[in-house]
């Protein structure tokens, strides 16, 4: 997500369990405090029918939160309930499917999350473009710019 979010950083962490887990750390518009946010993924691949799921989420991550202050550097740390994301192979590429649940935790004005609302479904689009076609999404009129 990094290479089409330039206000977000990611840091490796120890995996948990053999899982992936990363420290994202987001830059917000300066009337919102800036977000961390502890995700681990869970992924799966079906060999009868190609298709990957990726699960991930914030849950079991809260000792991060302890040992990690310095690197959260006073970000307000959201939390991830839960993304699902499935990739299934289809005649003409793939079928996407995405659901999120995430609590940014902290004061954020209406109008803001309204365009968060808005901007996350353009995500798995820009993901997509991305992935199939490398393309890095011009954020020159986004607020994130």
């Not at 887990?21 to 961390?36: E, G, K, L, M, W």
């Not at 799966?44 to 302890?66: H, L, Q, W």
């Amino acid at each position: 997500m990094t290479a089409i979010n330039r206000n977000m950083t990611a840091r490796k962490l120890d995996d948990q369990d053999g899982n992936a887990t990363y420290q994202f750390n987001v830059n917000t518009p300066a009337i919102v405090s800036d977000r961390s946010m502890f995700i681990t993924y869970y992924n799966s691949k079906d060999a009868a029918t190609g298709a990957t799921t990726i699960v991930s989420g914030s849950e079991g991550n809260a000792a991060f939160e302890e040992s990690e202050v310095e690197q959260i550097d006073g970000r307000v740390v959201g939390h991830l309930v839960v993304t699902y994301i499935s990739f299934v192979p289809a005649e003409t590429g793939y079928t996407v499917e995405q659901v999120s649940c995430f609590n940014p935790e902290g004061w954020i004005p209406g109008f803001v999350q309204s365009l968060g609302v808005r901007t996350q479904a353009e995500i798995v689009r820009q993901l997509i473009d991305y992935l199939v076609n490398g393309t890095v999404p011009d954020l020159s009129g986004d607020f994130r710019a």
